[in-house]
C-alpha cells in the first residue's frame, strides 16, 4: 500500500545557514516545536562523501522517529536505503521515478522537484507521491534556479497533476498567509517546503511553530 504524504512542511536542510553552526541540533529543535505528522524532513547536503551523509542521515533517523517526522533523502536512493529512510527525493535530473520506486518498493515516499506546470503533471504521471514546485518566490538562501512564478505559476502547478505539491522558494509564514488566502478553488497547495526560513533563523523552533501557525489559519480558512 502507497504512503501518502499527508504532512504540511517540508523542512529542507542546509547546513551552511544554520547560526550555530550544528545542523543535527537545529533539526532536532525544530521538530520538537512540531506536532507528529505535521513536518517531514529532507536530508540534502549534497557536498558531503557518501559515508558521511549516511552517518548524517543515522542521526536525523533517531531524531525524526522520536518526533513523529518522516525522513527523506535527496537524490541517494542507496543512503535512504541504508538509513531506512522513509523515501527519497528526485532532483529533476535524477534517476526517474519509476527505477526509484523499483529500489524502494510501495511503502516509501518519492518526491520530485518541479519548476514548471508540465513538470508536475510529469512527476504525477510516472507515479511521484507529491513534488516540490518553485521557485515561487526569490529564494531566502540559495540561488533561483530560474525566474519566480509567482502565485499564479503556483495554482497553474497545482491543477497540472493529482498530487500533493509544495511550494518552495522565499516561503515565510506571511508569505504563506497570503498566498493561502488567495486560493479559492479545491487545486491548492499540500503546503510549502522551506530551508532558509527555518535553518537561518535565530531560533529553529520559534520558526517552525510559526510556520506551522500560518498553516493551520489557511487550512481553517479553507474549512
Known sequence: MRRRAGFRLYLITDRRVVKSGDLVSACEA??????????????????????????????????????????????????AIAANADGVHLPFDSIGVSMARKLLGRDKLIGVSSHSPPDVSGAAREGA??????????????????????????????????IPVFALGGMTADRTREMFASF?????????????????????ALAI????RALDASSTRRR
Do not use: H
Not at 542521526?59 to 536512493?77: F, K, M, Q, S
Not at 479559492?184 to 499540500?190: G, H, N, S, V, W
Not at 511553530?209 to 506551522?212: D, I, K, R, V, Y
Open 30 to 79: 525544530a521538530l520538537s516545536a512540531a506536532a507528529p505528522g505535521t513536518v517531514a524532513l529532507q536530508l540534502r547536503e549534497k557536498d558531503l562523501p557518501a559515508r558521511e551523509l549516511y552517518q548524517l542521515a543515522l542521526r536525523l533517523r533517531e531524531i525524526c522517529t522520536r518526533a513523529g517526522a518522516p525522513l527523506i533523502v535527496n537524490d541517494r536512493v542507496d543512503v
Open 129 to 162: 507521491d507529491f513534488a516540490v514546485f518553485g521557485p515561487v518566490f526569490d529564494p531566502l538562501s540559495k540561488r533561483a534556479t530560474g525566474p519566480a512564478w509567482g502565485v499564479s505559476g503556483l495554482k497553474a502547478a497545482c491543477r497540472a497533476g493529482a
Open 184 to 204: 479559492e478553488d479545491t487545486a491548492r497547495p499540500a503546503g510549502v517546503a522551506s530551508i532558509g526560513a527555518i535553518f537561518a533563523a535565530d531560533s529553529p
Open 209 to 212: 511553530a510559526e510556520m506551522l
